[in-house]
Every structure is written in C-alpha cells, then in structure tokens.
C-alpha cells in the first residue's frame, strides 16, 4: 500500500490525496483537486482512480470530482448529506463503514460532524490497528477546522473529544489544507514559552521553503494544538486575558468555543 498526499498549490491550500493498494486494483483518491494533476501522478505507473471519497460537501474539496470521473469513470462516495453537492456521487458512506483496500487494510469510515454535518475522516487500519487518519477539515495540524459554512463549534468539539481523543498517539494525521505555519503562529501567541513548538515552527518553515510540508501525528497534535490541551492552565489564563472572559476551570467545552471564536479573528502576522 502507499499514501501520497499532494499538495495542490491552490488559494486554500488544499491537499488531496492517493492510497494505493500494492497491486493497483483499488486507488482511492480523496478530495480531488485537480484531476489533470492526478492522472499525470498515475499514468505513468498505468493506475487509475477506481473511487473518489470526499470528506464533506464544500467545493474545494469536491471541485475534482467530475474531472476525475471523465477520466476513470469511478466510483464517488461521499456522506448522504453532500448528495447534490458531491459531484457525481454514487454512494452514501455510513458511520463505521469499511472500504477495502488490500488484505489486511481497509478505510473506516468515522462520521465526524462539526465544521458541516455532512463530514467524515477515514481511518486508516491495518491488521485492525489504527495508524493514520485523514482527517478533511476537521482536524488540522495545530489546528482545528472552523464552523462559517455549515457546522457549528459546539458539535466539533464533541467530535473532536469522542472520534479522536482515544486514538494512540503515533496515529498519523494527514488533514485537508496545508495550515501548519498559521496554526503554530496561533499556537505560540498563547503560549510564547512553548519551546517545542517554536522548534517545530522554525523546522517548518525551513521546509516549506522547498516545498517539503512535514505532517504530524496525535502525539504531536497533543503537544502543539490548542484545542487538544483544554486542560492546559496556560492556555486558559492566556485566552480569558486576550478576551476579557472568565472561564470555568472545569469546562473544557468553554474553552475550545473560546478557542474557536479566538481563532475566527485572529490574524496571521507573518506574510
């Protein structure tokens, strides 16, 4: 099996991504792009996209939908809610479904409602372990998704607390858009004495210079994303001085919708 995440270089920065199975019998593209951008990965190597999966419903990540099926004339899945805005949709994904890949590895389907209530992630398992979810635009790195277009923060932050707070640390977290420097920025204006994020900002940019956008795992979201520290004394004395509010200390939901609508305004310093 192989992963490929690609970035599309478009104004969101949109990643979509290719799981291969060893064989090529089964290629499953999710959140399509750029289709041209998609054949020229796999003509070489004569594979085709034989299914389409789509996080949630928003045109950025369904935009590549009918490209890729008037190329290969595949499969499209998506959740029943994106019916009529998932081109091309030619099955419902269901809560705890399993989509084969190869022996031994498959995709589950986890239905993740929040920045829409028509989102899932697709959990990638093999020999029935969990070791990496593509998380759309629920789960970013160091970051989480926002709720302006369909969603709202408060069924997030459950989904966030039950679909990814039991999950092992070294799961690999491969999200929708390329948001790692931004999210970090916002990380560390809360938390400035974070010197393990401020390494991984520094390693980040360094990087991305080349184009080389490193990703992260749970464990490492758990050290540099705000909305999975809601038990952090830091973050909370730092948010209720930004907004003047007082938060519970026992109410982590309080403070990741402080968090949320903290992030909704905030802007990124650097270019």
């Avoid at 998932?86 to 589950?108: C, N, V, Y």
Wanted: proline share 6%.
């Amino acid at each position: 099996m192989r992963v490929r995440q690609i970035y599309t270089d478009s104004p969101r920065r949109n990643f979509t991504y290719l799981i291969e199975s060893d064989d090529g019998a089964r290629v499953y593209n999710i959140d399509p792009y750029d289709a041209r951008q998609i054949e020229e990965l796999l003509a070489p190597e004569g594979r085709r996209v034989t299914h389409v999966v789509n996080t949630h419903e928003h045109g950025d990540h369904t935009q590549g939908n009918a490209g890729v099926y008037a190329r290969y004339g595949c499969e499209t899945l998506a959740h029943p809610g994106c019916r009529g805005r998932a081109p091309h949709q030619s099955q419902d994904l269901a809560d705890g479904m399993l989509l084969k890949i190869e022996p031994g590895r498959a995709l589950r389907v986890v239905y993740t409602p929040g920045h829409t209530f028509a989102h899932v992630c697709l959990l990638l398992e093999e020999s029935g372990w969990a070791t990496a979810i593509f998380s759309g635009d629920t789960l970013f790195n160091a970051g989480v998704g926002n709720c302006k277009q369909g969603g709202e923060p408060g069924a997030l932050y459950e989904t966030i607390q039950t679909s990814f707070g039991a999950l092992d640390d070294g799961v690999r977290v491969y999200p929708g858009h390329e948001y790692m420097g931004t999210n970090l920025r916002f990380y560390l204006s809360l938390a400035p004495e974070d010197a393990f994020a401020r390494q991984l900002l520094t390693e980040y940019e360094r990087r991305a210079k080349a184009g080389d956008y490193p990703g992260t795992t749970l464990g490492v979201e758990r050290r540099i994303n705000a909305f999975l520290q809601l038990d952090s004394k830091i973050l909370r004395e730092a948010v209720q001085v930004r907004t003047g509010a007082q938060l519970p200390d026992d109410s982590p939901r309080e403070l990741f919708l402080a968090l949320r609508r903290l992030r909704d305004h905030w802007q990124d310093p650097a270019p």
